[in-house]
């Protein structure tokens, strides 16, 4: 680091704070991966209960048959079993993409029927599966109204301001995920003149930050986005595609992958490469779930607790 | 007997591939790529124009075949194949839309005579 980026560095207290919250962090994943462990998830879910909540679901891919997982519309019953069973309803729900397999109407038609079950309002961005129709037009048709290019938009609730965006579109040979000049654009825009005590949430399919390059887990042009938050104290980046848990802290940043409810991918450079990874029958519902992302006035970070279809 | 019989028709199946193997760069025949574990196989292929090559998806997710202003095939689905012939000489770079790290080349080259690629 040279000295001119000093200024910019976290402070030690900001050190301190983060080292704090990721052994919470630490202990929450924990939670979420052992729900034998009652009482640790009941503290779990007795401090989501005390902020405003939301769920993220990703990757439910209907029409998926393969072998990983030959009943893809089962684990998304399951999973929707799980957000009807919260003790406290959260306040809507947001999905990271890849709502469909290959983007067929009776796919969506699947998906919207087993999803709306929750009853609760869905703020949807789409993954590349969702885009792959031969005029690229169902998912917009169904929930992209009102939205910018292939689907970006941004709302408020509870004092947060949520960022839906798009980096599975008009993708070039080579690359990686990407946002492209007219979002970055708008999400510069967006941000104008907003407090820099608002705290961000920005959900997308993809990964904005690199996990893995060599299976294209990233975002090409995140560094931008990412640029344009700077100066807001709190930002939360919630993402799909990568189907695992996944979390990075950086600086004012706090980066996050959820579960997919279809099938499990395999770590990065554990196998060839990314794609459906099948697994024993009975530890497939491990592998699977959801996540309830809490925020509470005053804290910086967001509590994610990732609550997998079975223990 | 059961294992000369094997064996024989083991021999004949070979001698059968090989045959087919010799004729396919003299007849500009179909041209086979594979999709596998997210890459191209052959990543570089180098063919005859009139060549159609085939690409084949064998993995549990969907890619596509794009080489911008060339061709762009649909979402092919596990097993499901797309073909282009080739009709033209030059170098045609490809992708896949969904997965863009996965890249290929096609060198197509003049079908007659001489070995010297066109301009």
């Not at chain 1, 991966?33 to 640790?40: A, H, K, Q, R």
């Not at chain 1, 990075?248 to 395999?266: C, D, I, L, Y």
Request: aromatic share 8%.
């Amino acid at each position: 680091m040279s000295t001119h980026d000093h200024d910019e560095g976290p402070s030690r207290r900001k050190v301190l704070e983060c080292m704090t919250w990721a052994g919470t962090g630490v202990l929450w994943t924990v939670a979420g991966g052992v729900p034998t462990s009652l009482g640790i998830i009941d503290q779990a879910l007795a401090q989501q209960s005390k902020g405003f909540t939301f769920l993220q679901i990703s990757d439910s891919h209907m029409g998926f048959d393969k072998p990983a997982n030959p009943n893809a519309k089962g684990t998304l019953e399951e999973a929707i079993g799980r957000v009807k069973a919260l003790p406290v309803k959260p306040s809507f729900m947001i999905h990271t993409g890849d709502i469909t397999h290959l983007s067929k109407v009776s796919e969506f038609d699947d998906a919207e029927k087993i999803i709306s079950e929750a009853r609760l309002d869905v703020h949807y961005v789409p993954g590349e599966h969702d885009l792959i129709d031969p005029e690229i037009k169902l998912y917009k048709e169904r929930y992209g109204r009102g939205t910018k290019g292939p689907g970006y938009y941004s709302f408020d609730a509870n004092g947060v301001h949520f960022m839906g965006l798009v980096n599975v579109a008009n993708l070039k040979g080579g690359g990686m995920g990407s946002l492209g000049d007219e979002q970055l654009e708008w999400i510069e825009d967006d941000l104008k003149g907003r407090a820099a005590s608002t705290p961000i949430v920005v959900f997308a399919h993809i990964p904005l930050w690199t996990v893995y390059p060599a299976w294209g887990w990233g975002t090409e042009d995140s560094a931008r986005a990412l640029g344009y938050m700077k100066r807001f104290g709190s930002v939360t980046v919630l993402n799909g595609h990568i189907h695992q848990v996944m979390q990075k802290v950086e600086g004012n940043v706090t980066f996050h992958t959820a579960r997919s409810t279809a099938f499990p991918q395999p770590a990065p450079g554990t196998a060839p490469s990314a794609g459906p990874m099948k697994v024993p029958d009975d530890k497939l519902r491990t592998m699977l779930g959801i996540a309830s992302v809490t925020f509470k006035q005053n804290e910086q970070r967001l509590a994610i607790i990732d609550t997998p279809l079975q223990s | 007997m059961f294992k000369t019989k094997s064996l024989t028709s083991f021999v004949v199946a070979g001698v059968a591939a090989l045959l087919v193997l010799a004729a396919t760069p003299a007849l500009a025949a179909d041209v086979a790529v594979k999709i596998g574990n997210f890459t191209f196989g052959p990543q570089e292929l180098k063919v005859k124009s009139g060549t159609t090559v085939t690409w084949t998806n064998e993995d549990d997710i969907p890619h596509t075949v794009v080489s911008v202003n060339n061709f762009r095939s649909k979402a092919l689905d596990s097993d499901e194949k797309f073909s282009f012939t080739f009709a033209t000489p030059g170098t045609y770079k490809y992708f896949c839309s969904l997965h863009p790290h996965m890249t290929g080349t096609i060198v197509v080259e003049a079908a007659t005579g001489s070995n010297t690629p066109p301009r």
